[in-house]
């Protein structure tokens, strides 16, 4: 009971002090102390203050510096082609010998119109953009920058097994030249880090920004473009919630220090807020591939097949694989004897387990000239040969 007095006596007696020295009533306050007091061994330390030239960095200035710095790099891609309206009718019904009377033929027409994006990567005017963005071989293709300066599309390489496609342009005489992108690393990725969209959304709003986060990574979708209807698989994309509209398709996706992350691709029809970009290490294999061949070289099979899943093998008594309905003539897979009907069930001694794009998946892991063990089954009986891949051409 003492010691429990004696505590409420100390307690209070503490109270007391704090209180006074708040009011001044010893001479000296808290302030003096703060300002004043130095311990044993210990430097002063000074608070340092903040000032207007104090930068305070948040999410709003971080996106506008991240777009002044990469909004250069991005263009908006056009295509220009002839198109034939219609031929149009009308019925008159008091010519009996010409009912359906021609009211106006069929004409050719000039189209101009902006498609997509893309985003310029190296200094000499080669620039990415999506495959289906420029699928169509008869159009004629241009190239648009933030300042409007326009440029016509020497050439276009598309690669056979990615929705990806590269663009060149010859570089303005003198002045700075075109202003490249900076590369990111997609494999270090986290869903709920930052991502910033720019592109030409529905064709018409060029240099158009948005904002969001990685929603998402390894998905898989099905690309295409409303303005040339094309469709293609793809594996392993990243999703994201920042607005991807028809028309931001070949442009890119950005991380918080502006650099780029994803071609954005596509987005989920029927949705709010979903849209995806192929990671842009798959783009920097396929740059570097080029850069030293000049075109965009992949490992070739050379054959077409089905899926043979655990439950279809099991009705029809065969193995799970890819069954082949077509061997490419004078391809690897002919060269080394295999023929439609066999099934690969093992590459490299890895199993095939009947899943779509399974076979596509593994050579496209492999290089030119990689030389691969294919076990297939013919007739009951399983055969095992040496491939050598061999480059696709388009």
Known sequence: MKSHKNLLLIAALIVSIGLGISSGAFGFTWKDINT?????????????QLTEKT????????????????SPSVVTVGISKIARTPRLFEIDPFDPFNVFREQQPSKEEQIEQDIGSGFIVTSDGLIVTNKHVVADTEAKYRVITKDDKEYEVKKIYRDPTNDLAILKIDPPAGGPGLKPIEMGDSGKLKVGQMAIAIGTALGEFRNTVTTGVVSGLGRGITAGSPFEGFAEKLDNVIQTDAAINPGNSGGPLLNSAGQVIGVNTAIAQGSQNIGFALPINVVKEALDNFNKTGQFSRPFLGV??????????????????AYLVEVVSGSPADKA????????????????????????????????GD????????????????????????
């Open 304 to 321: 077409k097949y089905k899926s043979i899943d655990k439950r279809m093998a099991l009705l029809n008594d065969v193995p799970e694989g």
């Open 55 to 70: 930068k305070i960095v948040n999410e709003e200035s971080l996106v506008i510096d991240v777009v002044d710095k990469v």
């Open 36 to 48: 004043n007091l130095k311990l044993p061994g210990l430097p002063k330390v000074e608070v340092p």
């Open 337 to 368: 004897g295999m023929q439609k009907g066999d099934i690969i069930i093992k590459i490299d001694n890895q199993r095939i387990a009947g899943a779509d794009g399974e076979i596509a998946k593994l050579i496209g892991q492999k290089k030119v």
């Open 371 to 394: 030389t691969i063990t294919v076990t297939y089954w013919r007739e009951s009986k399983e055969s095992t040969v040496t491939v050598t891949l061999a480059e696709f051409s388009q």
